[in-house]
């Protein structure tokens, strides 16, 4: 395997499949079969998950909710995500620990470093739920935070596009997939692959980030093995 430890986001969005909102049970245990393909490799596994699917804070907010208020709702939709995918993983016979970024003791561990780090260690997928605990972020930043504190090798992008293009492939049919790409033209392009904050604090700390289609079965493990499917974003 290219990658030993691996930082793996997936959007809130992600868990609904095919529906308009919640969770696809089918989704997850899709993404926990694909995850298991890894770990069985030995390959230490930790995520963060969004919570997009549930709510968003900007959402709240451009409909008058207090946008802080907003964003503790946000937070704990990444919970109930932590949770759904932590149960999918387990019926897949992968040992789990959530840990959150805010207290929420009887249901996830806090977030501690070095046990963490232990875990992972042991062989057990660490899901990083709660965000950053604060608001004003997103779990995209969120997940670059914890990718370097646990000093993953890679952050793995999962998303439903294989990559990325000059312009928005869904839109535009001639749309040009990179191979890969330096973070400064990431952003001399104007290109989105996460927002500015977590995308600066990726650059950086020289941490590499790869955009791939997580909904086809089997490229998490080529995307480990150094396949090179999707878009290595690099220095
Ligand atoms: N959020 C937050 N602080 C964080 C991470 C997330 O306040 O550090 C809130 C914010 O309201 C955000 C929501 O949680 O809109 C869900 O996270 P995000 O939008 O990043 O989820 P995704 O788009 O990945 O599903």
Redesign the pocket.
């Known amino acids: 395997m290219k990658y030993k430890r691996i930082l793996l986001?997936l959007?809130?969005?992600a868990l609904m499949g095919s529906r308009q909102y919640g969770i696809d049970p089918e989704r997850l245990s899709e993404y926990a079969e694909d995850i298991k393909s890894i770990t069985d490799k030995g390959v230490e596994v930790a995520i963060v998950i969004?919570?997009?699917?549930i709510?968003?804070?900007?959402?709240?907010a451009s409909n008058g909710m207090d946008r802080v208020q907003?964003?503790?709702?946000?937070?704990l939709?990444?919970i109930i995500n932590g949770l759904a995918l932590q149960s999918a993983l387990e019926d897949a016979g992968i040992p789990t620990r959530l840990q959150s970024?805010i207290k929420i003791n009887e249901v996830a561990e806090p977030f501690i470093r070095r046990k963490a780090l232990r875990h992972l260690e042991k062989g057990r997928v660490v899901i990083f739920g709660?965000?950053?605990?604060?608001?004003?972020?997103?779990?995209?930043?969120?997940a670059v935070l914890r990718a370097i504190e646990i000093e993953a090798d890679v952050i793995l992008k999962g998303t439903r596009v294989d990559g990325i293009y000059n312009t928005d492939p869904e839109k535009d049919t001639s749309a040009i997939k990179f191979d890969d790409i330096t973070f400064e033209d990431v952003l001399r392009k104007g290109l989105k692959v996460m927002d500015t904050t977590a995308f600066t604090l990726s650059q950086e700390n020289e941490l590499p980030i790869i955009v791939f289609d997580m909904n086809k079965k089997g490229n998490l493990l080529k995307v480990v093995s150094g396949e090179n499917i999707g878009t290595k974003v690099k220095l």
């Open positions: 986001k959007s809130g969005e969004g919570g997009g699917n709510f968003r804070g900007v959402a709240g907003g964003d503790h709702m946000g937070m939709a990444t970024a709660g965000g950053t605990g604060n608001p004003y972020f997103t779990t995209d930043s969120a």
